[in-house]
Each structure stands twice: as structure tokens, then as C-alpha cells.
């Protein structure tokens, strides 16, 4: 009963809270901003975590976490409000027109300051409901190791969640049309790799890793925003970009090197324990494949070979 309870609270506030919120925040606001917000997920998944004492903090290995998170999230502000000079590069020949001008219809359409606001405060919604998700995840994987099976019920509950949302949200029959156009792509994508494959390969990350080290490469997401923008919506990169891009990858890889030195630390103290544990053994003794195998004692040596008794 407490597994399925929190696999259902997964499909809540991981899947249904999540991208109920995403979406809709993403309507009200562009692309990039909306994914630099979501680059504030690090910080909320580590202070959760380090509420909850699930992250040492008080190391070096500690303090390099709150480093690079610091980073990374400076990294993806600096993408977002600092634009910049534009950099030259050649222009996309793979943009689609069709993407361009209905985005460039929604933005026009969403551009007043409150809309902007509502999509902001949406997407960091978004954010805090994804870093309990990572949370409450790592605390199911303790005693219901099997994230295939979670990811497959947390789905099938949040299919029904969602779908009772849109029911209550839309009442024209037409807006459950899907044609041969890009709201089948996007569909398609949603369901097979945002919500399926995505779920389950970070719900087995989150398993082996925690949840501060899956969350911590969600700036990247930012990143290649930035050069898929470029190849399919033309958008133009600025110096702001690369620069916060800079901050992300060190920011990164810090927080890395400091997950290692808190591997390193848990696997040093595992095998010091063992040591302990194999030192209260009898030392004439020893159990090799589970064999007993007898070993001369050093005394009998020493007296063998002194010839005294």
C-alpha cells in the first residue's frame, strides 16, 4: 500500500503537476525563457535534498555541489536575460516556416506583461513539483527497486489525471482532432520519449545515482534548446548564450567531481567496515569460496624456525 500510494503521488506531481504546468507555461512565454526557468530545478532538487540530509554538504565534495549548482543556475539567468551581441554563424537551411510563424502568432497573441508573468510562475510550479518527483522517487527506489513497472503505472495514472483535466479544460470536440501535422509529432514525442523512455531511464538514474545528480544535467537541456532553436526556428545565438552555456558545463562538471568524491567516500567507508568486520575473524583461519582453509600461526613459524620452544 505505501508503494502504490507513492507511486501515485509520482504520477501527480511528477507527471499530471509537471507538465500541466510546463505547458501551459510554455504557451504564455518563448521557448528559451521558458527552459532557462526550468534550469532552476537543480537548486530547488539540492535544497530539498539537503532539507531532507539525503546531500552532505559540509565537505569539500559538499560545498563543490553548492558551487556548481550556483553555477549552472547563474549559467542559464545569464542565457536568459543577458542577450548580447549576435555571434555570426551561417544560416540554418533546415528551419520550418510553419513553426516560425505560429510561434511568432502565439507570442504576439501571449505578449502582454501579465500572460508573461502567469508562464513564469508556471514553469518554476513545474519545477518544484518535478524536484519532489525526484524525491519521492529516490525514497520508492529504497524499498520498490523496479522503475519500469513504476514508470508504467505512474503513466497509466497520470493518462487518467490528465485526461479528466482536458475534459474539464476543453469542451470542443475539434481540439481532440490530430491530423498528419506537427500536434501528431508533438503527441507522438510526448508520449513515447518525454513521458515513457525519459521517465524511465531517469527513474533508473535517480535509483542508482539520486536525485541531485539526474537534476543536475537538466541545464544542458538549455543548451541544446539553444542550437535546435537555431536549426529549426532560425532564432539567432548571442554572446549572452554562449557564455551562459560556459557557466552550465563548469558549473556541471563540479557538481560531478563532487557526487565522485562522495562515491569515493561512501565506497572507502563500506570497505573500512568490512575490514573491521573480517579483523574479528580467528586469525588461524580463513574462508576462501566458502571453504574453510587453515593458516600456520606466525608464533609456530617463528618458533620452527628458531628451533626454541
Known sequence: ???????????????????????????YSRPTVASALNNTLPAVTFALAAALKMEPVAALAGKAKVGGTAL????????????????????????????????????????????????????????????????????????????????VLMASMASVQCGAIAVAAEHRLSAWALGFDIRLIGSLYAGVVASGIVIAVMSWCIQVRGPVFVSMFSPMMLIIVAVVGWGILGEKIRVGSMIGAVFIVVGLYTVLWGKGRDIVATETAEDDEEKKIGGGEPSNGAVVDGSAVSRPCPAADSHEATGKP
Open 1 to 27: 500500500k505505501k508503494t502504490l500510494l507513492q507511486i501515485f503521488v509520482c504520477s501527480v506531481v511528477g507527471a499530471t503537476m509537471n507538465q500541466v504546468f510546463y505547458f501551459v507555461g510554455l504557451k
Open 72 to 151: 549552472c543556475v547563474v549559467g542559464s539567468m545569464l542565457m536568459t536575460f543577458y542577450r548580447g551581441p549576435l555571434v555570426r554563424t551561417l544560416a540554418s537551411p533546415i528551419h520550418w516556416p510553419y513553426v516560425q510563424r505560429t510561434m511568432a502568432a502565439e507570442a504576439a497573441a501571449h505578449a502582454g506583461g501579465h500572460t508573461a508573468a502567469l508562464g513564469a510562475a508556471l514553469v518554476i510550479a513545474s519545477n518544484v513539483a518535478w524536484a519532489v518527483w525526484f524525491i519521492v522517487q529516490k525514497k520508492m527506489s529504497n524499498s520498490y527497486a523496479s522503475p519500469y513497472t513504476t514508470t
